[in-house]
C-alpha cells in the first residue's frame, strides 16, 4: 500500500487486518512495516518486495527522477534484488556445488545453468549488474573449492587449465575440454528496463502491432 500520509497507510492496514479477521487469518508481524522509501527517523528506508529492494535516495537535477508533468522531484527511485535473496539464490549455488563435489563438470554445469539463467532473467529489468558480477565471483570461489577438493594434490595452474578454458579468447570459462558447454556466468544477461507507458496512451489508439503465428488469420 503506497500513499505519501502515513495515517492513511495505517488506515489501510487497520482495513486489511479486519478483513482477513473475517477469514481468520492475520497479518504476519515480521512482513508488515510501514516505513518511508526516502528518508526516516529511525532505521533503514525502504521495503522488500517479492525479492526485490525498493529505495529512494536524494539526487540533483542531472541524475534526478521526473513526475509526469517532467518536473524534478528531487530523488531517484532505485530497485535491487533483495538482500535476501541475493542470500538465498547463494545458498542454492552452494548446495548444487556441494552436492555435485564427486560428478562430472558437465553435470555440475547442466544442473547450474538453468538456475542462474532463470534467476538472472527475474532481475534482468531493474539495478542489478552489479549484483551479477559480484554473485558471479562468490560462484567462482566455489567452484574454485569444488576443483581443489577434488585434486588435492595438484597445483592450482593444473586444476586451472583442466576446468577452466583461459587462452581461448573467451576469458574465465568453467567448461570441459572439447566441449561447447561452458558456465552461463550472471553477468551475460542483459540489463533492458522497462519501457514505461505514456499516459495519454489506450488499447482502443489502434496502432498496436499484432504478430500472428504462421498460418494464423490475422
Not at 558480477?133 to 594434490?153: I, T
Amino acid at each position: 500500500m503506497l500513499h505519501e500520509d502515513p495515517h492513511v497507510v495505517q488506515q489501510c492496514q487497520d482495513l486489511a487486518a479486519a478483513w482477513l479477521q473475517e477469514m481468520g487469518l492475520e497479518l504476519k508481524p515480521s512482513k508488515t512495516r510501514i516505513t518511508h522509501t526516502l528518508t526516516v527517523s529511525a532505521g533503514t528506508p525502504g521495503f522488500d518486495f517479492l525479492g526485490f529492494h525498493i529505495r529512494q535516495y536524494p539526487a540533483g537535477k542531472t541524475k534526478s527522477g521526473k513526475d509526469c508533468r517532467g518536473r524534478l522531484q528531487g530523488f531517484k527511485t532505485c530497485i535491487t534484488p533483495s538482500k535476501v535473496a541475493i542470500q538465498r539464490h547463494v545458498h542454492d549455488l552452494h548446495e548444487i556445488v556441494h552436492r555435485h563435489r564427486h560428478a562430472e563438470q558437465r553435470t555440475l554445469i547442466q544442473r547450474l545453468n538453468p538456475v542462474i539463467s532463470g534467476w538472472t532473467q527475474y532481475y534482468a529489468h531493474v539495478v542489478s549488474a552489479r549484483v551479477f558480477a559480484k554473485v558471479h565471483h562468490v560462484l567462482y570461489a566455489m567452484l574454485c573449492a569444488w576443483a581443489v577438493y577434488r585434486h588435492p594434490n595438484k597445483k592450482k595452474r593444473w586444476t586451472t587449465s583442466k576446468y577452466w578454458r583461459v587462452d581461448e579468447g573467451q576469458g574465465w570459462v568453467f567448461q570441459p575440454p572439447h566441449s561447447s558447454l561452458g558456465l552461463y556466468p550472471h553477468y551475460r544477461t542483459p540489463i533492458r528496463r522497462y519501457v514505461k507507458v505514456q499516459g495519454s496512451r489506450s488499447p482502443y489508439d489502434g496502432d498496436w502491432v499484432l504478430e500472428c503465428a504462421p498460418g494464423t488469420p490475422s
